[in-house]
């Protein structure tokens, strides 16, 4: 999480560009307070050693690199690397580590991890090269970044004893992890989506502030997990009114900037807690509506009515469900018996289009169970077809749909039947199982094809 970022040090362009943002609040503090401007979206950088070389990928240790290391759940900055006869993408940004057993590197360092584009064999330790950041990308998650900051506050002053764990900062989707012994409901959630909003709204200046320490643990509202900062310097990002946090990432320069806010889900149970949301809201709303509209329509009913239609049909589904439980108990099968391999094993098989697999797998268990020494076939096309259609290679047919199959044998076989559907591609079939069992879809409608891979492995089972 952003407050429990190590390693919170600036390098000198992000320290001028602090200081200059302290002294001053006018409409062009926004690019001064370390947003990535076209003055520090590129830049010329050293690359001092290459880490690791392959034939495509590389990494290198760069000195005075603009892109911003990935922590505290923020993924690193990308961007290009062009030199002479040289050019590369910046897949990955991360911290320089320093000396072993520290974890306050040197910040002017950058660990990037690189795709070879052109002139590898140019890429040597000394170089100079022209680094320039994915900005776009740069700006979606620190308006990512922000919004998560607006909104984690202010679940934390509404939810006693609720605390933010981690986040995962992403350019479409973000994810905030949380500890909260009550119960999460979409109503709190919208509470808290509406007020971040309103926030958003007010176009509140977003600060990002250096400080010793000392200075920052006098700040009563900082969010700061102390245990895990080791700079001497701390990054402090402050917004009016609402937030105060430790945070080594990126941030929009004002709340405005954020753009919008949508909670686009969550899920777990007490006390742990994921929540999903996006910047871009109005994408997804719009995407959300669309949806929306073509289900009201099949539906027919208002918006304000569909949650109960759905609750009261997955209710009734529910009680579907244990009727059929309870009337598998009384299902006859018609199975025909069929013989397979040079043995002429037994096989009962039932081909019951339209049916359902989970009707039919309880009296297929029981088939198997009252003869020993048989298989047990059960195919269940969505439409009528022959039994045993012939084999027929037409292209001019259309392409089959996929139904449920199920096979199983008697314990006194041993016959693996795990790996059959693989052994014989003219099943047309996908499935897993174990030995004694296999179950998936396949578009193979014709028995014979089954009866012959059923016996041919029967067969090769038994030496023949």
Request: proline share 5%; charged share 30%.
């Amino acid at each position: 999480m952003c407050y429990a970022c190590p390693g919170m040090g600036f390098n000198d362009y992000e320290r001028k560009a602090v200081q200059r943002a302290m002294k001053t609040e006018t409409e062009e503090s926004a690019v001064k307070r370390l947003k990535i401007s076209e003055e520090s979206a590129v830049r010329r950088v050293k690359i001092l050693e290459v880490l690791e070389l392959g034939r495509k990928k590389a990494r290198v240790l760069a000195e005075g690199a603009p892109f911003h290391a990935a922590g505290g759940g923020q993924p690193g900055d990308t961007g290009t690397l062009e030199g002479e006869n040289f050019r590369a993408e910046v897949e990955d940004t991360r911290k320089h580590k320093g000396e072993p057993g520290r974890e306050d590197g040197n910040p002017s360092l950058s660990v990037l991890d690189i795709a070879l584009i052109s002139g590898p064999e140019t890429l040597r330790a000394g170089m100079e090269v022209t680094a320039k950041v994915d900005g776009a990308r740069n700006g979606i998650l620190s308006r990512m970044h922000t919004g998560q900051h607006i909104f984690s506050r202010i679940q934390e002053n509404a939810n006693e004893g609720l605390e933010t764990l981690k986040v995962n900062i992403g350019t479409e989707e973000s994810a905030v992890y949380v500890r909260y012994e009550g119960e999460m409901t979409w109503d709190s959630l919208f509470a808290a989506e509406e007020k971040t909003l309103e926030a958003i709204r007010a176009d509140l200046p977003v600060e990002t502030l250096l400080m010793t320490r000392e200075d920052a643990e006098k700040i009563p509202e900082l969010k700061a997990k102390w245990d895990r900062i080791h700079s001497e310097d701390i990054r402090v990002v402050r917004i009016a009114g609402i937030d105060a946090t430790a945070c080594a990432g990126t941030h929009a320069a004002r709340t405005g900037e954020i753009g919008g806010f949508l909670v686009t889900g969550f899920n777990g149970s007490p006390p742990d807690w994921e929540v999903r949301f996006t910047v871009e809201a109005d994408g997804r709303l719009a995407e959300y509506g669309r949806v929306t509209r073509r289900l009201l329509r099949e539906v027919g009913c208002r918006p304000d009515q569909l949650e109960d239609v759905f609750l009261r049909q997955r209710a009734e589904n529910a009680a579907l469900r244990q009727t059929l439980d309870k009337a598998r108990a009384y299902i006859s099968v018609p199975w025909e018996e069929r013989s397979v391999g040079a043995s002429r094993h037994p096989l009962y098989l039932a081909v019951l289009p339209g049916m359902t697999k989970e009707l039919l797998s309880a009296p297929a268990r029981v088939c198997a169970a009252n003869h020993p020494d048989a298989f047990c076939l059960v195919l269940l096309p969505d439409a009528p077809a022959f039994a045993d259609a012939p084999k027929s290679k037409s292209k001019s047919k259309p392409k089959p749909e996929p139904f449920p199959f199920l096979l199983l044998r008697g314990e006194a076989l041993s016959v693996d039947l795990s790996g059959l559907v693989r052994e014989f591609p003219e099943l047309s079939a996908r499935g897993g199982g174990k030995p004694d069992w296999l179950n998936g879809m396949t578009t193979q409608r014709s028995v014979s094809f089954w009866l012959d891979a059923i016996g041919k492995k029967c067969d090769q089972n038994n030496g023949l």
